[in-house]
């Protein structure tokens, strides 16, 4: 079997802002706090995607980090996004998060410049030797511009600090391949995804809508390794339409509305993006009303 660096549910935790687009510390650690402690999570990505981490600063990230490392103790490990275009600003991004007390890191594929699958592989390599900590290669070509091909993910994934991928481009007979190849730990980033990749070999999810449905999530992930298929599959089938909903727009402004609704305080997202219409925040609450969460 795999090993589990991160054990099996992992959320890709929002960024909550004051009213003035300030950062909230304080509700992170809320946040943070309820993710672990009620919704079950055995690791949290603090500055990833749906944290908006194009929109903060290096030393927001890195108070975010400090914030919820000191949150959550030994409860949960701490994954700090650190991906950017530029190699070696990525390695600051890395030695920073590594002091601040992150677990783990998350380091998405160059984007924008679209480099060559030999440079691909020499980022990645370059950020593990810069650091101690494990890597997770978070692999997004729909938004990266660039997908891992197998034989870079191979490649790299001899690399002792490279443990991980997150796994967004929706091809899991590739998945497979590396799976089988490599023993790196698959996980779903597509929250959709995760009962197909379990099945080729993947150990859990970076969720989006696991905000919400994490504690069920569990159970679908807990359901398939014990060998229960059919229960997977029946709590799997209660929950997609939260998956494919979350997603309904930039998942980060749903969230962030569904945490209003709930009551807690996330704020507003940074421009380029927009906050969730009424129509948007409607429409996802009532699916997550639907699934009876």
């Given at each position: 079997m795999t090993e589990l660096p991160f054990g099996r549910l992992v959320t890709a935790m929002v960024t909550p802002f004051h009213d003035d687009g300030s950062l909230n510390v304080a509700e992170a650690r809320r946040l943070a706090a309820h993710l672990v402690d009620q919704q079950d999570n055995d690791a949290l990505v603090i500055n990833g995607t749906t944290g908006e981490s194009p929109t903060t600063t290096d030393a927001e990230k890195l108070a975010l980090i400090e914030a919820v490392v000191a949150e959550v103790g030994d409860r949960a490990k701490i994954i700090a996004g650190v991906g950017t275009f530029d190699t070696a600003h990525t390695i600051e991004l890395a030695k920073q998060a590594e002091q601040a007390g992150a677990a783990g890191l998350l380091v998405v594929t160059p984007y924008y410049s679209r480099p060559p699958q030999d440079a691909v592989a020499d980022h990645f390599l370059t950020v593990a030797d810069a650091t101690s900590l494990p890597i997770i290669i978070y692999d997004i070509p729909h938004r990266t511009g660039t997908p891992v091909e197998t034989s870079t993910l191979i490649t790299v994934g001899a690399h002792p600090n490279i443990v991980a991928v997150k796994d967004a481009k929706g091809l899991p007979v590739a998945s497979a391949q590396v799976i089988a190849a490599t023993g790196l730990a698959y996980y779903a980033g597509d929250d959709g995804m995760?009962?197909?990749?379990?099945?080729?070999?993947?150990?859990?999810?970076?969720?989006?809508?696991?905000?919400?449905?994490?504690?069920?999530?569990?159970?679908?992930?807990?359901a398939f390794f014990a060998?229960?298929?059919?229960?997977?599959?029946?709590?799997?089938?209660?929950?997609?339409?939260?998956?494919?909903?979350?997603?309904?727009?930039?998942?980060?402004?749903?969230?962030?509305?569904?945490?209003?609704?709930?009551?807690?305080?996330?704020?507003?997202?940074?421009?380029?993006?927009?906050?969730?219409?009424?129509?948007?925040?409607?429409?996802?609450?009532a699916t997550l009303e639907a699934a009876g969460l």
């Open positions: 995760v009962l197909p990749l379990l099945a080729v070999g993947g150990v859990g999810v970076v969720g989006t809508s696991t905000h919400f449905t994490g504690r069920r999530t569990k159970a679908v992930i807990d060998g229960d298929l059919a229960g997977a599959i029946d709590a799997y089938r209660a929950l997609l339409g939260v998956y494919t909903g979350v997603f309904a727009t930039q998942g980060c402004m749903l969230v962030k509305a569904g945490l209003a609704a709930r009551g807690f305080a996330p704020g507003g997202v940074r421009k380029p993006l927009l906050n969730a219409t009424a129509e948007q925040a409607s429409a996802f609450v």
